[in-house]
């Protein structure tokens, strides 16, 4: 087995909780991010989610990869959280961590770091999974980056989302959606609830 | 409540603020100006109430841009979800309508007449 890590560090001009709002919500994925076709909540809580979602490569969005994903909401003695997420996609074992600092009022500092346990022939290509790393963080990072301001915006305006509640008060997961949400379709998931 | 009446544009200008969303300070509120399906002016705010994500025109439906939230563009009631085969006609998630009224070719959001 070789072991693959890639390490990123960012910074946005948003709340910890703004990020963790966007982290957080499974149903952005599909409409916000290039290659993610599918996600399948099977179960969350208010610390883990289990969900399978259906993604394609950059230059390969004839051929979907289902993933099987398990994330974990984790408060750290200094004041961060890191959102950890396990996955398995071709075989191949992943660990994804990112964790929030809000450094100052509004700004927060992400440490990610994307980390794969190659085993067979994908030993031999490691320098492809830091190349994948880095070009995904970079994609996801940008498309993300109107959502969080855009949060942050309405946030302060003291919005109130569907459900009733101010999304300027404390974070709380699981994130409220509606029965009709195209990710609460998994019949798993359906006949939990 | 508005304590005085909003201009939006010019009558001659509305095309340039077409599906453009507007941030309107007195509102407190961003706003977007439509033609519907049936070629009538439209305000509604672009706001989403389900998670705050920006509006847009989409075959002749408003479209939130984040989750795929779906209002009619007749009167901003909820239909459901992009794409999704049901439709699920509700009031409850509808997104706020502005009225206006064309006073001297200027178009104007009243006060005191907003709905929902």
Known sequence: MKIVTTNLKREINASKDVCLWNHWDHEHLTMIHKGYHKTNLIYENNTVAFFEEYVTLPGLSFFPIKTIVFLTNTNNPDGSTTVSTYGKQLGIWSLSEATYLEKEEDKTEIKLSYTFYLTGIFKFIPSFFRYMSKRHNKRAFEEDIPLKLRRQKVKALNFKDFGGSEINSEFSLPLKKLKISPVLQHPIFSKKK | ?116
């Open chain 2, 1 to 116: 409540m508005l304590t005085k009446d909003i201009k939006i544009c010019n009558f001659d200008e509305i095309s340039e603020y077409e599906n453009i969303p507007l941030w309107i300070d007195e509102l407190q509120d961003e706003i977007i100006l439509l033609r519907n399906s049936s070629n009538n002016i439209k305000i509604f705010s672009s706001i989403c109430p389900h998670f705050g994500g920006e509006i847009c025109m989409k075959n002749n439906n408003l479209i939130c841009k984040w989750h795929g939230w779906t209002f009619s563009s007749e009167n901003g009631d909820f239909l459901g979800y992009i794409n999704q085969d049901r439709i699920i006609k509700s009031s409850k998630f509808a997104l706020k309508e502005y009225n206006y009224v064309l006073e001297n070719d200027v178009l104007l959001i009243k006060n005191e007449n907003c709905n929902n």
